[in-house]
């Protein structure tokens, strides 16, 4: 008897490598296919794979495919894909696949829709109810129960007792689209000249059916979705499918009524408030095709689209792109790894583009398109800074005398103001003025913070809450604990004192509700039923609020405090973002920057408008050290229980370094959070030129530090964005 086939195949578990089975008689597997596997005691979902299989295991040793799903394959440039992330992130493969099969349940045929319809003469006895049913299906169409209960204005028993009595038939009906396909000449906008050139542009790039990528830097307001949506009208045109990532579930409801104007129809959505079952049903669209175009976060980039033919990148710039957890990725770089590999166009949209993408367009490895102006004629908001050290606000509050005024004369107006505070909750720290007891989390190196909407101290780290505390639990003193410093909670309470007349909201992404109740915060605010909006920085981007003409920033120095080398990036995207909500429906606007650095940089770049200085500035500065994108860095964090053995492995594995005099590394220093969840953390930096092979020296590393034993753990971050 011949030798059974063998094939490869890449299970989603925390493994390097393929595991090799045997073929069943009758099955015919290539690579991509999916399958189940017996794997130890259980059967699990794999992939075939391209490896070769090991040959050196005996026939009767290997195990068989237990099946064979009937689902559209992991396409060729999508398993290349999973290849080179695991490549670049020191990731395993099966980690890396994961994010790909993220619902198994998708691999199963979607259950058709039991319904009913016309199916035999009508009944003995008729009443006004059955009439009623009759009626509605006198169109031939069938209904399910419940849904032809509803339209026809009668109980559910109507529907049965026609069913028992022959005039209505049991049969299945499909179910319905997760998202009808869109329409790309359904309403074809009025652009301006310069986002027209625009929109040609990309519209050029698609039709090239090559890899590119291209930089949309728009001011605030100038239209950059409109010019991007044209990129996704050819697209279609075409026959292809687009993905459009968003940094956050909080930009959906503005962006799918946009697409909807645009295209006719919502997009798919894809994100972590689906439901189970709607996932499963996105992701069997995606690769099936049935599903067109999908608006998600950063996980939508490992669908396993058909043929997918464009990415866009909105708010390119945004930290939320990073994940930090098992795989370390950047969902920005890698929608350009992905486009490099399948062969088609990327759009990265900013109004402040990353200091990396923006480096990248200078040097042509981008092409740019420049939005300078306000669309529909709009100003840019006057911006002017608030020196705290001339104009304080009275003790115990945080709004100085001139914008308590401004905020006076935008209500009087009948227009709205936005306070901008990027702290959740009411204080960032609680303490005790009779012994100095300060509430920090039992797990974290971190102070608790004030939720008093919520009644309860919170750790923003591991989750960790405690009711909030009538007494000191160390000195026993019942009057002396006292909040410090400001969240938007807080600030909610004193602006409720200054404008009891106000219509307040805060928003903030930690109340309760989720998406739905966010929609329905938004659509108030756009209606004008909402007089001061207090926002972190969920508000600072991507909303379009019609009569918003004031922007408040409370503090304008906050960011400037975090020691890494993009404290200032970071501080200039979001006060550039958030003033920038000002005046998009056109007229007089401005924004008040409260700070006590007002020679700041960044604070003078905001004031000023002249974002080429700073980014010149900044690029200067990142040229002269030698930091990205002028070189490579990687974080190495080692963490675990005990504080004293975890410092001795993390000792240990840095003299295990190879030895490059090209490549600095730095470290073990003990974390700016030296504990998170209970495990004490230490940080190595290994900083590299641009040219070098960072993972190559890393794997090397890896191969000959001391093995991590019992519950310590090493995790590498290649391109590091927090340096916490």
């Known amino acids: 008897m011949p030798d059974q086939p063998t094939v490869s195949v890449l299970v989603p578990v925390a493994v390097a490598g393929t595991y090799t089975y045997a073929v069943p008689d009758g099955m015919r597997v290539t690579p991509g296919d999916i399958v189940a596997v017996p794997l130890g005691t259980r059967d699990v979902v794999g992939v075939v794979w391209d490896d070769p299989p090991d040959a050196e295991i005996g026939h009767n040793r290997l195990r068989p495919i237990v099946e064979r799903f009937d689902a559209p394959p992991i396409a060729a440039d999508l398993r290349r894909f999973v290849d080179w992330i695991a490549d670049y992130t020191l990731t395993t493969r099966g980690m890396v696949l994961r994010m790909v099969l993220r619902a198994p349940g998708a691999l199963e045929p979607e259950t058709p829709i039991p319904a009913v319809r016309l199916g035999g003469p009508p009944p003995a006895r008729m009443t006004p109810a059955r009439e009623r049913v009759l009626a509605t299906l006198d169109n031939g169409m069938a209904w399910s129960k419940s849904g032809l209960a509803a339209a026809a204005s009668v109980s559910p028993g109507v529907v049965s007792g026609l069913i028992e009595a022959g005039t209505l038939e049991r049969v299945s009906m499909p179910p319905p689209p997760v998202a009808n396909p869109p329409d790309p000449d359904f309403a074809e906008p009025a652009l301006t000249t310069e986002q027209a050139a625009g929109a040609e542009h990309l519209r050029q790039a698609v039709a090239a059916d090559a890899f590119s990528v291209t930089l949309l830097d728009g001011v605030t307001g100038s239209g950059k979705t409109e010019v991007y949506f044209e990129a996704v009208a050819e697209t279609l045109r075409r026959g292809r499918q687009a993905l459009v990532l968003i940094p956050e579930i909080a930009l959906t409801p503005g962006f799918l009524e946009r697409f909807t104007a645009r295209f006719g129809t919502r997009p798919a959505e894809w994100h972590s408030d689906l439901t189970p079952k709607m996932r499963e049903r996105v992701w069997r669209g995606v690769a099936s095709g049935a599903v067109r175009a999908v608006i998600g976060a950063r996980s939508a980039l490992y669908l396993p689209y058909k043929e997918l033919g464009l990415i866009v990148v909105d708010e390119e710039h945004d930290l939320a792109y990073k994940q930090e957890d098992r795989v370390f990725y950047n969902a920005r770089d890698m929608a350009v790894v992905r486009g490099h590999l399948a062969g088609f166009p990327v759009v990265l949209s900013s109004a402040t583009p990353s200091i990396e993408s923006r480096v990248n367009a200078d040097a042509g490895r981008y092409a740019r398109i420049v939005l300078s102006d306000r669309y529909a004629a709009a100003e840019l908001p006057e911006i002017a800074a608030i020196d705290m050290r001339r104009d304080p606000p009275p003790r115990g509050r945080f709004l100085s005398p001139p914008l308590v005024a401004a905020v006076e004369e935008t209500l009087a107006g009948n227009q709205q103001a936005l306070l901008?505070?990027?702290?959740?909750?009411?204080?960032?720290?609680?303490?005790?003025?009779?012994?100095?007891?300060?509430?920090?989390?039992?797990?974290?190196?971190?102070?608790?913070?004030?939720?008093?909407?919520?009644?309860?101290?919170?750790?923003?780290?591991?989750?960790?809450?405690?009711?909030?505390?009538?007494?000191?639990?160390?000195?026993?003193?019942?009057?002396?604990?006292?909040?410090?410093?400001?969240?938007?909670?807080?600030?909610?309470?004193?602006?409720?004192?200054?404008?009891?007349?106000?219509?307040?909201?805060?928003?903030?992404?930690?109340?309760?509700?989720?998406?739905?109740?966010?929609?329905?915060?938004?659509?108030?605010?756009?209606?004008?039923?909402?007089?001061?909006?207090?926002?972190?920085?969920?508000?600072?981007?991507?909303?379009?609020?019609?009569?918003?003409?004031?922007?408040?920033?409370?503090?304008?120095?906050?960011?400037?405090?975090?020691?890494?080398m993009r404290a200032a990036e970071r501080t200039f995207q979001l006060l550039s973002q958030v003033t920038g909500r000002a005046g998009r429906a056109g007229g007089a606007s401005r924004a008040l920057v409260q700070t006590y650095a007002p020679d700041h940089p960044v604070i003078r770049a905001i004031v000023s408008g002249d974002r080429e200085a700073f980014y010149a500035s900044e690029i200067a500065a990142r040229r002269a050290a030698a930091l990205p994108p002028f070189g490579r860095l990687a974080a190495i964090v080692i963490s675990g229980p005990d504080r004293h053995g975890t410092l001795g492995y993390a000792t240990a594995f840095r003299r295990a370094a190879p030895r490059d005099e090209s490549i600095q590394v730095l470290g073990p220093a003990e974390a700016p959070l030296a504990v998170i969840r209970g495990r004490h953390r230490f940080r190595i930096l290994v900083q590299a030129p641009r040219n070098t092979d960072i993972q190559a020296f890393l794997r090397d590393w890896l191969a000959a530090a001391p093995t991590a034993r019992g519950s310590l753990r090493v995790q590498v971050d290649i391109d590091p964005q927090s340096f916490l």
């Open 420 to 564: 901008f505070l990027n702290r959740r909750g009411y204080a960032p720290l609680t303490l005790c003025r009779s012994c100095g007891h300060r509430f920090q989390c039992p797990n974290c190196s971190t102070w608790l913070v004030e939720h008093r909407f919520r009644g309860v101290l919170l750790c923003h780290h591991c989750g960790y809450s405690e009711p909030r505390p009538d007494h000191c639990p160390n000195c026993g003193d019942t009057d002396s604990l006292v909040a410090i410093g400001p969240g938007v909670e807080r600030l909610a309470e004193e602006v409720a004192e200054r404008f009891p007349e106000a219509r307040t909201i805060v928003m903030s992404s930690d109340i309760m509700g989720g998406v739905q109740r966010l929609r329905l915060e938004l659509e108030s605010i756009e209606k004008g039923d909402v007089d001061i909006v207090i926002g972190t920085q969920l508000v600072a981007k991507g909303h379009n609020f019609p009569l918003l003409t004031l922007v408040g920033v409370v503090d304008g120095d906050l960011g400037l405090a975090f020691g890494d």
